[in-house]
């Protein structure tokens, strides 16, 4: 409603005032409820879970790439060097491949090396004079290296043991010396030499006037071959007889596996001395 002043102008009523400044701050209400909820529906998107790609077996940099437009980040916390796996390769991730992760999630991986580990040869375990299986065993384990029988050579011990080892060419271990300054490639191969118990020589022992069981036991502890036992009209019992004659004869040359051939008596000898 409107009236005239004394002065003859036009004034609004109040009330018409009240109803207009009502309905400017609905409007304003209005228009902040609508902003709150276009903040809230692109709040809600931008945050939403994402699910994480694979990227095992990836090459490192086609996975930054495509991390970078999934809105992701990679980093590489470690790498390791694996035999016949080129480098560059990613061989782990966290978080796992599949998991629900937001936009800008850093992923951690561990890619493959390029250059392999080296492990100095003083680190290695004793070698020389001990059993080839299970010292190929305990290097397989113990530091990821192969080995590779090149050679045996007759050795007075036991047979299949450690005689020499080398790696590259380069001599490491052997009955004289054992060189602790080598660096060997994790994955790498070493050539060990082992002893056998045949193809020795030796001079042939005198066994004449001992029993026969004796000669059995003496003979097969140089690695030799009992072979034929002639035994004379007077045997009565094999292992008590005594040897009068050998062949090969005493101090002869022969070889370890070679086959000796003795004469048995049952009573000792007339030369043999007590």
Known sequence: MLRLTPAGKEVRHPSNMIWRNLGLIALFLIGCLLLTMLWLRWYSHHGQSLVLPDYLDTDIYRAVDDAADKS???????????????GGIIIDQNPKPGSLVKQRRKIYVTVSKEQADQIPSRRLPVLYGKSYERKKRELKQG????????????????????????YKGETIINSDRRRDNIMIDKGGTLDVILSKSTGGSLDMPSLTCRSYDEVV??????????????EDPTVTNQGSAFVWRQEPEATSRIYTGDT???????????DCTE
């Open 72 to 86: 992701f980040e990679i980093r590489v916390i470690d790498s390791v060097f694996i035999v016949g796996k080129e």
């Open 260 to 270: 000796v051939k003795v004469y048995l008596t049952q009573d000792r000898p007339l």
């Open 217 to 230: 036991f003496q003979l097969q502890t140089l690695d030799l071959v009992v072979g034929e036992a002639v």
């Open 143 to 166: 530091f990821e290296l192969n080995t590779r029988i090149v050679g045996r050579r007759y050795d007075p011990g036991a047979p299949d043991h450690i005689l020499e080892v080398s």
